[in-house]
């Protein structure tokens, strides 16, 4: 019985520790630093106004991130939609920023390559670049995650979320997202 009253007592310690995100496709061992996410246009949580919609001008919304590692060689973004019927809907994305850059303007131009350095990948829609929020019903929540990597990516033109997701992999520095709603 005490020792049974001991395993509880570890167990509702263990459990009440405050967790720390890390993330399998970093490095082993290496905690994941958490970047800032924000955008002059909305904040966590509130609803992305529809110029950044395929009610409006369907243009990509200005992004700003804080915390990069001095490490990071490259920066790489993914935006997707998890409340989709039939799974999630990847919105956009796009790697091989160079590091050293903290934010993208509104309307990045729907190109593979950048002027920047960056390469775009493919949305669900199999296009390149930006396609914005348009739920069949209902709200939805968009992800908007940053990711700090220690290389500089090797992928070809109309890469995936998938492909990008396996590539990054075991090249996470730090991660940070922003969530915004829209409703159609």
């Known amino acids: 019985m005490r020792k049974m009253i001991w395993i509880l007592i570890i167990a509702a310690t263990l459990c009440s520790c405050k967790k720390t995100t890390v993330v399998a496709a970093g490095k082993a061992g290496v905690k994941i630093m958490t970047i800032q996410v924000t955008s002059a246009a909305f904040k966590e949580g509130e609803s992305i106004p529809s110029k950044y919609t395929c009610k409006g001008s369907n243009i990509s919304p200005p992004l700003v991130w804080t915390n990069i590692p001095s490490a990071a060689k ?67 929540r968009y992800y ?41």
């Open 74 to 140: 490259t920066i790489a973004l993914i935006a997707d939609d998890p409340d989709a019927p039939m799974g999630t809907w990847v919105h956009w994305v796009l790697y091989n920023l160079p590091g050293n850059i903290n934010e993208l303007p509104e309307a990045v131009p729907n190109e593979q390559h950048l002027q920047n350095g960056a390469s775009q990948g493919v949305n669900s829609s199999g296009k390149v670049g930006y396609q914005g929020p348009c739920p069949p019903s209902g709200t939805h």
């Open 144 to 184: 908007f995650k940053v990711y700090a990597l220690d290389t500089q990516l090797k992928l070809s033109d109309g890469t995936t979320k998938s492909q990008l997701l396996e590539a990054m992999k075991g090249h996470i520095l730090a991660e940070g997202r922003l969530m915004g709603r829209f409703s159609h």
